[in-house]
């Protein structure tokens, strides 16, 4: 998925055509960034859990053309939201607690548990 791409999902939850929101499109980006910071411990638990390569680094964007490289599920329930948060802020309090409330569902609902072997070191020698 493309940051365009995800724009356009993005405004489209949030009631709103690309056309009519095209003041947010000039603070969409920095606000993409902030997010896929925020949800990158998320996107690499979830590559262990799903057996993938972790990223190294956090990655950004700079255009809209971007392919972002985090997995689709993160991406549409978590990160999109996460956004739509960030773009409400300045206008929609209501709105902006609404989109922090699925945020929060979201990064909740992706979060995986990785199990791992236990060794017991208390019963050694008995």
Partial sequence: MTA??????????MGMTPTNAQTLS?????????????????????????????????????????????????????????????LALADDDVKSSSYAFQYTQGYNNESKTINSDITDYYSVGE
């Fill in 4 to 13: 365009q791409e995800l724009f356009d999902l993005t405004v489209g939850v």
């Fill in 26 to 86: 000039e603070i969409y980006l920095p606000n993409l960034n902030t997010i896929l910071a925020d949800t990158f411990k998320l996107e690499n638990n979830n590559r262990l859990y799903n057996d993938l390569a972790i990223l190294t680094t956090i990655p950004t964007v700079s255009n809209l053309n971007d392919v972002l490289t985090y997995q689709d599920n993160v991406i549409r329930n978590v990160v999109m939201w996460g956004v739509a948060r960030q």
